[in-house]
């Protein structure tokens, strides 16, 4: 069956908007003190290391991966909830991946890369999910 790529459109739309609204409770709320503490430490410029739009256009990008992989892991599992959290599984791993690397050079504390990893862990299948619900063949 062939892509329906406006379905993939509106489905990473949908997962980008669900990817932002928990990363902004899940970041921006729950986590906003190791954020303070990480910045104060790196000596961060607060209006760089506070600027939300780098963040925002990141998750809309995720949006779109995870409901790619899930359109690629249809053919093998079949469309459904299951696949949908594979599919965020592979896009949670790959951030997991980068922030522990982050956490090897002491950008990240190891407390703070366990919260993250938990909370991206939530927003990242949430997303997914989301943005699979969305999505139907052409």
């Known amino acids: 069956m062939a892509i329906n790529t406006g379905k993939v459109v509106v489905g990473g739309l949908v997962a ?3 990817a932002n609204a928990l990363d902004y409770v899940f970041q921006g709320i729950v986590m906003k003190r190791d954020f303070e503490v990480m910045q104060q430490r790196l000596n ?10 780098p963040w925002i256009v990141i998750d809309f990008i995720l949006g779109f991966l ?24 592979v896009i ?3 951030i997991c991946a980068t922030m522990f690397g982050l956490t090897s050079i002491g950008i990240f504390s190891t407390d ?8 991206s ?6 997303a997914s999910l ?9």
């Not at 989301?130 to 052409?138: R, T």
């Open 16 to 18: 980008g908007v669900v």
């Open 44 to 53: 961060l410029d607060p209006t760089a290391a506070n600027n939300p739009v």
């Open 66 to 89: 995870v409901v790619i992989t899930y359109v690629g892991f249809r053919t093998r599992w079949g469309p459904g909830p299951k696949t949908a959290i594979y599919a965020g599984l």
């Open 92 to 94: 949670f791993l790959g």
């Open 112 to 119: 703070t890369y366990m919260k993250s990893a938990a909370l």
């Open 121 to 126: 862990l939530v927003a990242v299948t949430s």
């Open 130 to 138: 989301a943005g699979a619900k969305i999505y139907k063949e052409a």
